[in-house]
C-alpha cells in the first residue's frame, strides 16, 4: 500500500511537471473515474443495487462514506458505479455521432453544392429545438429504454459535428498543399482521404470533449426529469432525483455526493477538451 | 560615434536588452542594441528574419508581444526617456511622436470601419480638435499621401483598396497627429515593383517636405541604397554594423553584413551552372 | 496574334518542351461582380533544358499560367502542349499519370506541404502515386532526394514547421523531382525567403536543371531572379505578354515602356547607381478592359493611336517582340 502510494506520488509529481496540464487532469479524472467505477463496488461491503431499508437515510459515517438514501443504498459505491452508464452510453452516443457527423461534415463540405445545402438546412432545423427538449421529445417517441438515449445522444450530435468539419472542409481545401496535392497526381478519393480528412478533424476532436460533457449533462438531465435511466440504476442524475425531495428536510448528502460527481465528470472532459486545443496548437503553430 | 549622427539624434536607442520569458526559461532577443536616429534624418535598419529588426520597433513604440520585456538600456525620443514606470502618459507621447507604418496594410486597419471613421478615431483619442475640422483634416492628408478621390477612399472600407492604396491610408493615418518620427516597418514588402516605388518616394517626399525623421525597417538593401541616409545592419538580436550607406555598402567592416550584400546581388550567380548547391 | 512569337526559328534541332498557343482564361465569379480576365492571347513555347521567365506585378495573370501549364486551371480557349500532349480537354486521370512528368513549386514553402506529413512522407507521396517502389527502396530513393537538395538525413522524420523556410522549400523542390520530371514550373519559389536563402535555392535550382536537363518556367516579380536562371523572359502586363526575348537582350534592351519601367524601378543595392527618375502612376486596372493597349492608362508614351486596338508584336531584334506601337524608340520619363 505504502509502496503504491510512493509510486502514485511520483507519477502525480511527474504529471504535473509536464507542460500541459489541461490534458493530463482531464484524461486523469477520466481514467479515475472508469476505473473507480469497476474497482470500488468490487472492494466495497455493499452492492450498488442492495436495498437496506433498515439503514435508510443515514448520514455519511465511517460505514456509509457518503451515507444512504431512502431505499438504504449505499450512496457511496453507487455514485462511483454511476459513470459505468454515464460514461459508457455518452460515449458511444456521442462517440457514433461524433463519426457520423464528421463523414457527413466532409461531404457536405467537398460536395458544396446539393449535398451541402441540403445536408446544412436539415443540421439548421435540428439544431432550432432546445437540446433537452429535443431529446425528451426523442425518447418519449423511440421508447423509454437507454437504447433510445444514446440513439438520441447520437442524433443531436450529428449535426454539431457535421457543421464543423464542413467549414474546416471548406478551409482546407482552399489550402495550398491540396492544390499541390493534385499537382503531384493524387486522386479525389486519395486528396479527400489522406489529405483533406485529417487536416479537418481537428476541431471535431476538441468538439468531442466538450460534447462528452454535454451529454453527461443531458443524460443526467434526462433522468432526473424521470427519462431514459430509472432507478434502482445506479446514475448520477437519477440519484439527484431520488434525493431532490430530501434536500428541505435535511437529508443533503442524497443530492450532493451525485451532484458533485456530475460536475467534476463535465469538468474534466471540459478540461481534456481544452488539453487537446492546446496540444494541437503547440503541434500546428 | 559615426560622422552621420553629426547631426542631433531625435530618437535614440542605447544598450537595448529584450528578452522573452516563458515559464522560468528566459530567451534573449536583443542584446546590447543601440541605434540613433538623426533630426529629419532616414536610417534603414536591415536584417533577415528573425533578427529582431521587428522588436526593436516595438520597443520603441512600447508595443513588445506578451511575455517580453525590456531588461534593460534606455530609448530617448527629444531627449525625453521613453522606458519609464509612468507608462500611460510614455504611451501618449509615442502615440503622438511617433507614427507607425506597418507590413501588409490591408491588416493593420480595422476592417470593420471606413478610412474616414477610424482615422476620426485617432484624432479623437489624440488631438482636440473641434468635430468639423476632423473631416476637414482627414482630407487634407489623404490628400497629402497622393489620394486623388479623397471623398471615395474616406468612405471605403479596407477590403475595397488595393494594398498601395491601404498603404497610402495607413501612411496617412500615421501622419494625422503631426510625429516628429516615423517607423516604417517593411512598409513595401509585398507590394508590386512600380507601387513599391511609388510609397517609397512618398515616404521621401513627406521627410523631405515635414523635416521627418523616419526609420525604415527592410530586408531589402536596395531600399537602403536608395533611400536611407544610414544603416544599421542586425543580426541575432544584434547590431552588428553601422555607419553611413555608401560606407556600409561599399565597404562592409562585419562579415555578416558583407554576406548580406553578396546575396542581395543575384547577378552573381548568373550561369554559375557549374557550381555546387550548398 | 496568333502565331509563336519566340522560339525556335532557324532551330531545327531543338526541340520544344512546352507549346502554348492562344491561352485565354477568365475567372466568372458570381452575378454582379464583372468576371476577371486573368489571362488573354498568350503564346509562348520553351525549349528543352532551357528556362523561360514570365515577370510581371500580382494581378499580371502570371501565376494563372503557371497552373494552366500544369492542367490544374481549366482554359476558356487556346491550346497547350507539354512534352507532346495536349492538355487541354485530356481525361482527368491521363491528366494525373502525366503528372510524374511535368511538377510544379509554389511560392509559399510551408503552405505548400501538408502539415501532417513528415518531410519523408511528403517526398514519397509522388513516388507512391506513380512508380511501384515500395518499403527499403522508397525509403532509400526518399534519402537519396534529400541530399540531392542538400538538406540532412536527420530532417527527414522532421514536421514541415520544424523546419526553416529555405529548408522547407528544399522539400518542395525534392517532391516535385521525385518522379524525375521532365519540366518544373516554378511559381515565385523564392518571393518568401530572405536573401542569402534565396541564393542557395536558385543556385540548387541551377543545379538540378543542369543535372537532368530539365525544362523550367520561372515566374517572378524579381527580375534579379529572372536575370539569374533564364534564358528567355517574357514580360506580363494585365493578362498579356507584352515583350519576349532573350533575358540580356529584353533586360539591357527593353522596347516596352512597361519593361523599361520595371527595369528602371529595380532599386540597386550600388549608392551610386540611381533607379529611373520617373514612377509608373496609378495602379492596374483589374475591372475595366478597354479595346487599346492595356498599359496605355499608365503609360508616359501614350497617343490616341494606343487606344484603337491591341498593339501587335513586332520584332525588334532576333527572337525579340515586343507589343508596342512605339517599340522602336525609346522612353522619355521626364514629366
Same mark, same amino acid.
Given at each position: 500500500?505504502?509502496?503504491?502510494? *510512493?509510486?502514485?506520488?511520483? *507519477?502525480?509529481?511527474?504529471?504535473?511537471?509536464?507542460?500541459?496540464?489541461?490534458?493530463?487532469?482531464?484524461?486523469?479524472?477520466?481514467?479515475?473515474?472508469?476505473?473507480?467505477?469497476?474497482?470500488?463496488?468490487?472492494?466495497?461491503?455493499?452492492?450498488?443495487?442492495?436495498?437496506?431499508?433498515?439503514?435508510?437515510?443515514?448520514?455519511?459515517?465511517?460505514?456509509?462514506?457518503?451515507?444512504?438514501?431512502?431505499? +438504504?443504498?449505499?450512496?457511496?459505491?453507487?455514485?462511483?458505479?454511476?459513470? =459505468?452508464?454515464?460514461?459508457?452510453?455518452?460515449?458511444?452516443?456521442?462517440?457514433?455521432?461524433?463519426?457520423?457527423?464528421?463523414?457527413?461534415?466532409?461531404?457536405?463540405?467537398?460536395?458544396?453544392?446539393?449535398?451541402?445545402?441540403?445536408?446544412?438546412?436539415?443540421?439548421?432545423?435540428?439544431?432550432?429545438?432546445?437540446?433537452?427538449? *429535443?431529446?425528451?421529445?426523442?425518447?418519449?417517441?423511440?421508447?423509454?429504454?437507454?437504447?433510445?438515449?444514446?440513439?438520441?445522444?447520437?442524433?443531436?450530435?450529428?449535426?454539431?459535428?457535421?457543421?464543423?468539419?464542413?467549414?474546416?472542409?471548406?478551409?482546407v481545401r482552399e489550402q495550398r498543399y491540396i492544390q499541390a496535392s493534385v499537382a503531384l497526381?493524387n486522386?479525389?478519393?486519395?486528396l479527400?482521404?489522406?489529405h483533406?480528412?485529417?487536416?479537418?478533424?481537428?476541431?471535431?476532436?476538441?468538439?468531442?470533449?466538450?460534447?462528452?460533457?454535454?451529454?453527461?449533462?443531458?443524460?443526467?438531465?434526462?433522468?432526473?426529469?424521470?427519462?431514459?435511466?430509472?432507478?434502482?440504476?445506479?446514475?448520477? +442524475?437519477?440519484?439527484?432525483? +431520488?434525493?431532490?425531495?430530501?434536500?428541505?428536510?435535511?437529508?443533503?448528502?442524497?443530492?450532493?455526493?451525485?451532484?458533485?460527481?456530475?460536475?467534476?465528470?463535465?469538468?474534466?472532459?471540459?478540461?481534456?477538451?481544452?488539453?487537446?486545443?492546446?496540444?494541437?496548437?503547440?503541434?500546428? =503553430? | 560615434?559615426?560622422?552621420?549622427?553629426?547631426?542631433?539624434?531625435?530618437?535614440?536607442?542605447?544598450?537595448?536588452?529584450?528578452?522573452?520569458?516563458?515559464?522560468?526559461?528566459?530567451?534573449?532577443?536583443?542584446?546590447?542594441?543601440?541605434?540613433?536616429?538623426?533630426?529629419?534624418?532616414?536610417?534603414?535598419?536591415?536584417?533577415?528574419?528573425?533578427?529582431?529588426?521587428?522588436?526593436?520597433?516595438?520597443?520603441?513604440?512600447? #508595443?513588445?508581444?506578451?511575455?517580453?520585456?525590456?531588461?534593460?538600456?534606455?530609448?530617448?525620443?527629444?531627449?525625453?526617456?521613453?522606458?519609464?514606470?509612468?507608462?500611460?502618459?510614455?504611451?501618449?507621447?509615442?502615440?503622438?511622436?511617433?507614427?507607425?507604418?506597418?507590413?501588409?496594410?490591408?491588416?493593420?486597419?480595422?476592417?470593420?470601419?471606413?478610412?474616414?471613421?477610424?482615422?476620426?478615431?485617432?484624432?479623437?483619442?489624440?488631438?482636440?480638435?473641434?468635430?468639423?475640422?476632423?473631416?476637414?483634416?482627414?482630407?487634407?492628408?489623404?490628400?497629402?499621401?497622393?489620394?486623388?478621390?479623397?471623398?471615395?477612399?474616406?468612405?471605403?472600407?479596407?477590403?475595397?483598396?488595393?494594398?498601395?492604396?491601404?498603404?497610402?491610408?495607413?501612411?496617412?493615418?500615421? #501622419?494625422?497627429?503631426?510625429?516628429?518620427?516615423?517607423?516604417?516597418?517593411?512598409?513595401?514588402?509585398?507590394?508590386?515593383?512600380?507601387?513599391?516605388?511609388?510609397?517609397?518616394?512618398?515616404?521621401?517626399?513627406?521627410?523631405?517636405?515635414?523635416?521627418?525623421?523616419?526609420?525604415?525597417?527592410?530586408? $531589402?538593401?536596395?531600399?537602403?541604397?536608395?533611400?536611407? $541616409?544610414?544603416?544599421?545592419?542586425?543580426?541575432?538580436?544584434?547590431?552588428?554594423?553601422?555607419?553611413?550607406?555608401?560606407?556600409?555598402?561599399?565597404?562592409?567592416?562585419?562579415?555578416?553584413?558583407?554576406?548580406?550584400?553578396?546575396?542581395?546581388?543575384?547577378?552573381?550567380?548568373?550561369?554559375?551552372?557549374?557550381?555546387?548547391?550548398? | 496574334?496568333?502565331?509563336? &512569337?519566340?522560339?525556335?526559328?532557324?532551330?531545327?534541332?531543338?526541340?520544344?518542351?512546352?507549346?502554348?498557343?492562344?491561352?485565354?482564361?477568365?475567372?466568372?465569379?458570381?452575378?454582379?461582380?464583372?468576371?476577371?480576365?486573368?489571362?488573354?492571347?498568350?503564346?509562348?513555347?520553351?525549349?528543352?533544358?532551357?528556362?523561360?521567365?514570365?515577370?510581371?506585378?500580382?494581378?499580371?495573370?502570371?501565376s494563372?499560367?503557371a497552373r494552366?501549364?500544369l492542367?490544374l486551371t481549366?482554359?476558356?480557349?487556346?491550346?497547350?502542349?507539354?512534352?507532346?500532349?495536349?492538355?487541354?480537354?485530356?481525361?482527368?486521370?491521363?491528366?494525373?499519370?502525366?503528372?510524374?512528368?511535368?511538377?510544379i513549386?509554389f511560392q509559399e514553402?510551408?503552405e505548400s506541404l501538408d502539415?501532417?506529413?513528415?518531410?519523408?512522407?511528403?517526398?514519397?507521396?509522388?513516388?507512391?502515386?506513380?512508380?511501384?517502389?515500395?518499403?527499403?527502396?522508397?525509403?532509400?530513393?526518399?534519402?537519396?532526394?534529400?541530399?540531392?537538395?542538400?538538406?540532412?538525413?536527420?530532417?527527414?522524420?522532421?514536421?514541415?514547421?520544424?523546419?526553416?523556410?529555405?529548408?522547407?522549400?528544399?522539400?518542395?523542390?525534392?517532391?516535385?523531382?521525385?518522379?524525375?520530371?521532365?519540366?518544373?514550373?516554378?511559381d515565385?519559389?523564392?518571393?518568401?525567403?530572405?536573401?542569402?536563402?534565396?541564393?542557395?535555392?536558385?543556385?540548387?535550382?541551377?543545379?538540378?536543371?543542369?543535372?537532368?536537363?530539365?525544362?523550367?518556367?520561372?515566374?517572378?516579380?524579381?527580375?534579379?531572379?529572372?536575370?539569374?536562371?533564364?534564358?528567355?523572359?517574357?514580360?506580363?502586363?494585365?493578362?498579356?505578354?507584352?515583350?519576349?526575348?532573350?533575358?540580356?537582350?529584353?533586360?539591357?534592351?527593353?522596347?516596352?515602356?512597361?519593361?523599361?519601367?520595371?527595369?528602371?524601378?529595380?532599386?540597386?543595392?550600388?549608392?551610386?547607381?540611381? &533607379?529611373?527618375?520617373?514612377?509608373?502612376?496609378?495602379?492596374?486596372?483589374?475591372?475595366?478592359?478597354?479595346?487599346?493597349?492595356?498599359?496605355? &492608362?499608365?503609360?508616359?508614351?501614350?497617343?490616341?493611336?494606343?487606344?484603337?486596338?491591341?498593339?501587335?508584336?513586332?520584332?525588334?531584334? &532576333?527572337?525579340?517582340?515586343?507589343?508596342?506601337?512605339?517599340?522602336?524608340?525609346?522612353?522619355?520619363?521626364?514629366?
Amino acid at each position: 500500500m505504502r509502496a503504491l502510494r *510512493l509510486a502514485a506520488g511520483k *507519477l502525480l509529481r511527474q504529471i504535473s511537471s509536464a507542460s500541459n496540464h489541461s490534458l493530463v487532469w482531464g484524461a486523469l479524472i477520466i481514467a479515475a473515474l472508469a476505473v473507480g467505477a469497476y474497482l470500488v463496488p468490487a472492494i466495497s461491503e455493499f452492492g450498488a443495487e442492495a436495498a437496506n431499508p433498515r439503514e435508510a437515510l443515514q448520514p455519511p459515517s465511517a460505514r456509509h462514506p457518503f451515507g444512504t438514501d431512502r431505499s +438504504g443504498f449505499d450512496i457511496f459505491v453507487r455514485v462511483f458505479h454511476a459513470p =459505468r452508464i454515464d460514461l459508457s452510453i455518452v460515449v458511444l452516443g456521442v462517440g457514433i455521432g461524433a463519426v457520423l457527423g464528421s463523414l457527413l461534415g466532409v461531404l457536405a463540405g467537398f460536395s458544396r453544392r446539393f449535398m451541402g445545402e441540403v445536408s446544412m438546412r436539415l443540421a439548421d432545423i435540428v439544431q432550432a429545438f432546445p437540446l433537452l427538449i *429535443l431529446a425528451i421529445a426523442l425518447v418519449s417517441l423511440g421508447g423509454n429504454s437507454l437504447t433510445t438515449v444514446w440513439l438520441v445522444l447520437a442524433f443531436v450530435n450529428v449535426p454539431v459535428f457535421m457543421r464543423l468539419t464542413r467549414s474546416r472542409v471548406l478551409t482546407v481545401r482552399e489550402q495550398r498543399y491540396i492544390q499541390a496535392s493534385v499537382a503531384l497526381g493524387n486522386s479525389t478519393p486519395r486528396l479527400v482521404f489522406r489529405h483533406i480528412l485529417p487536416n479537418s478533424l481537428g476541431p471535431a476532436v476538441v468538439q468531442f470533449g466538450v460534447s462528452m460533457g454535454y451529454g453527461i449533462l443531458t443524460l443526467a438531465g434526462l433522468a432526473f426529469l424521470g427519462v431514459g435511466v430509472q432507478l434502482p440504476t445506479p446514475e448520477w +442524475g437519477s440519484m439527484i432525483l +431520488g434525493g431532490s425531495n430530501y434536500i428541505t428536510t435535511g437529508q443533503w448528502w442524497i443530492s450532493l455526493f451525485p451532484g458533485v460527481f456530475l460536475a467534476i465528470a463535465v469538468f474534466a472532459f471540459n478540461l481534456l477538451s481544452e488539453g487537446i486545443e492546446q496540444a494541437r496548437e503547440v503541434h500546428a =503553430r | 560615434m559615426t560622422p552621420s549622427d553629426a547631426r542631433h539624434p531625435i530618437l535614440t536607442v542605447e544598450n537595448l536588452f529584450v528578452e522573452l520569458s516563458r515559464k522560468k526559461a528566459v530567451t534573449p532577443i536583443l542584446q546590447d542594441v543601440s541605434l540613433s536616429l538623426p533630426e529629419a534624418g532616414m536610417l534603414g535598419l536591415v536584417g533577415e528574419t528573425g533578427s529582431g529588426k521587428t522588436m526593436t520597433a516595438r520597443a520603441i513604440i512600447g #508595443l513588445l508581444p506578451p511575455g517580453v520585456h525590456v531588461k534593460s538600456g534606455s530609448i530617448t525620443l527629444d531627449g525625453s526617456e521613453l522606458l519609464v514606470d509612468n507608462s500611460t502618459a510614455m504611451r501618449e507621447v509615442r502615440g503622438v511622436q511617433i507614427g507607425m507604418v506597418f507590413q501588409n496594410p490591408r491588416t493593420a486597419l480595422y476592417p470593420m470601419s471606413s478610412v474616414e471613421a477610424q482615422m476620426k478615431r485617432v484624432l479623437r483619442a489624440h488631438l482636440n480638435l473641434a468635430r468639423p475640422n476632423r473631416a476637414t483634416r482627414i482630407h487634407e492628408y489623404l490628400r497629402l499621401v497622393g489620394i486623388d478621390d479623397v471623398r471615395r477612399v474616406a468612405r471605403s472600407y479596407p477590403h475595397e483598396l488595393s494594398g498601395g492604396m491601404a498603404q497610402r491610408v495607413v501612411i496617412a493615418t500615421s #501622419l494625422l497627429c503631426e510625429p516628429t518620427v516615423l517607423i516604417a516597418d517593411e512598409p513595401t514588402t509585398g507590394l508590386d515593383a512600380t507601387i513599391q516605388r511609388q510609397i517609397l518616394e512618398l515616404i521621401a517626399d513627406l521627410q523631405a517636405r515635414f523635416s521627418l525623421s523616419v526609420l525604415i525597417i527592410t530586408h $531589402d538593401l536596395g531600399i537602403v541604397a536608395q533611400y536611407c $541616409d544610414s544603416v544599421s545592419v542586425m543580426n541575432e538580436g544584434r547590431v552588428v554594423e553601422h555607419g553611413p550607406k555608401r560606407q556600409v555598402l561599399k565597404s562592409p567592416a562585419h562579415e555578416y553584413s558583407e554576406r548580406l550584400i553578396a546575396a542581395s546581388d543575384l547577378r552573381r550567380i548568373r550561369r554559375a551552372k557549374t557550381s555546387e548547391p550548398q | 496574334m496568333s502565331s509563336l &512569337p519566340m522560339g525556335n526559328t532557324g532551330q531545327e534541332g531543338a526541340s520544344i518542351a512546352i507549346a502554348v498557343e492562344g491561352l485565354t482564361k477568365t475567372f466568372h465569379t458570381r452575378r454582379g461582380i464583372p468576371n476577371v480576365v486573368a489571362v488573354e492571347d498568350v503564346s509562348f513555347s520553351v525549349e528543352t533544358g532551357s528556362t523561360l521567365g514570365i515577370v510581371g506585378e500580382s494581378g499580371s495573370g502570371k501565376s494563372t499560367v503557371a497552373r494552366c501549364l500544369l492542367g490544374l486551371t481549366p482554359v476558356d480557349s487556346g491550346a497547350i502542349e507539354v512534352l507532346g500532349r495536349s492538355l487541354v480537354g485530356a481525361p482527368a486521370k491521363q491528366l494525373r499519370s502525366w503528372r510524374s512528368e511535368m511538377q510544379i513549386v509554389f511560392q509559399e514553402p510551408y503552405e505548400s506541404l501538408d502539415p501532417r506529413y513528415r518531410v519523408h512522407q511528403a517526398v514519397a507521396e509522388p513516388l507512391l502515386l506513380h512508380t511501384d517502389l515500395r518499403g527499403d527502396v522508397l525509403g532509400r530513393k526518399v534519402l537519396d532526394l534529400l541530399e540531392h537538395v542538400s538538406l540532412q538525413p536527420e530532417l527527414a522524420r522532421r514536421y514541415p514547421h520544424e523546419l526553416s523556410g529555405g529548408q522547407q522549400q528544399r522539400v518542395n523542390i525534392a517532391r516535385a523531382l521525385a518522379t524525375s520530371p521532365k519540366v518544373l514550373v516554378l511559381d515565385e519559389p523564392t518571393a518568401s525567403l530572405d536573401v542569402s536563402v534565396q541564393e542557395g535555392v536558385l543556385r540548387l535550382l541551377l543545379a538540378l536543371q543542369e543535372e537532368f536537363g530539365l525544362t523550367y518556367v520561372l515566374i517572378s516579380h524579381d527580375l534579379t531572379a529572372i536575370r539569374a536562371v533564364c534564358e528567355q523572359v517574357a514580360v506580363m502586363y494585365a493578362g498579356r505578354f507584352v515583350e519576349i526575348g532573350p533575358v540580356d537582350e529584353v533586360l539591357s534592351n527593353p522596347r516596352h515602356p512597361y519593361t523599361e519601367f520595371l527595369i528602371g524601378a529595380e532599386l540597386s543595392v550600388d549608392p551610386d547607381v540611381s &533607379p529611373l527618375a520617373g514612377i509608373v502612376r496609378g495602379e492596374v486596372a483589374t475591372s475595366e478592359r478597354p479595346p487599346g493597349c492595356l498599359f496605355a &492608362p499608365r503609360c508616359p508614351m501614350r497617343v490616341d493611336q494606343c487606344e484603337e486596338g491591341r498593339p501587335l508584336f513586332e520584332s525588334v531584334a &532576333p527572337d525579340h517582340v515586343a507589343a508596342c506601337l512605339f517599340a522602336d524608340r525609346s522612353v522619355d520619363w521626364s514629366d
